[in-house]
């Protein structure tokens, strides 16, 4: 159980029960490949185009600091490749139903969708380890590793958007070693679509 504190005041707003394990068992004749395509479309992320209508609608009920259109499309661009690594029902949820007066930080959407997500994440882990024993569960999975790495590149970007004088062969070299190192593992990495799994 998790108490939720307000970090102005101090004073408790609630209580969450959180998920550490989930016990699952299945009866023999389960088809584990088709509960893991279900399992997929539940965590399958939410398109590039969806995403935005959803931030576009939560900035419109929002207040937010002032800033001007190339920061927008930054923030846009940040927080739909941090999105893009969650359900999809999970982040229209989250998205439409922000009630704060601000604007959510990332680490705001971060916890919130995170929570959501767990359970869903626990059973396929659970499946994949019942359907192949011999499968270890990576603890960084490939679609994190190329997250964080997007994040990094966002990060470079926006310091390159506000300190111009940055630019030049080293921070060209370190863009293209995380693109490249993008690129290798998405070469390995698809994540399923709703539509794929049906």
């Known amino acids: 159980m998790t108490f939720l504190i307000d970090p102005e005041t101090g004073d408790t707003l609630g209580w969450r029960n959180e998920l550490d394990t989930v016990d699952l068992k299945t009866a023999a004749q389960v088809d584990h490949a088709q509960a893991a395509k279900i399992i997929a479309a539940l965590l399958a992320p939410a398109r590039d185009d969806e995403i935005h209508v959803w931030l576009a609608d939560l900035s419109e009920v929002t207040a937010r600091r002032s800033s001007n259109e190339a920061e927008g499309m930054l923030t846009l661009a940040a927080y739909t490749d941090r999105l893009r690594a969650y359900?999809?029902?999970?982040?229209?949820?989250?998205?439409?139903?922000?009630?704060?007066?601000?604007?959510?930080?990332?680490?705001?959407?971060?916890?919130?969708?995170?929570?959501?997500?767990?359970?869903?994440?626990?059973?396929?882990?659970?499946?994949?380890?019942?359907?192949?024993?011999?499968?270890?569960?990576?603890?960084?999975?490939?679609?994190?590793?190329?997250?964080?790495?997007?994040?990094?590149?966002?990060?470079?970007?926006?310091?390159?958007?506000?300190?111009?004088?940055l630019a030049g062969e080293e921070m060209a070299l370190r863009r293209a070693k995380i693109i490249t190192r993008i690129e290798a593992l998405q070469s390995t990495f698809k994540p399923i679509r709703a539509s794929d799994a049906s």
């Open 87 to 165: 359900p999809g029902d999970i982040v229209r949820h989250v998205l439409r139903e922000w009630a704060g007066k601000w604007f959510p930080t990332w680490g705001e959407l971060k916890a919130e969708i995170e929570i959501m997500t767990r359970e869903r994440i626990a059973i396929r882990d659970k499946l994949m380890a019942i359907a192949n024993p011999a499968v270890r569960i990576e603890e960084n999975p490939v679609s994190q590793r190329i997250d964080d790495l997007r994040e990094e590149l966002a990060t470079l970007n926006r310091q390159l958007l506000k300190y111009p004088e």
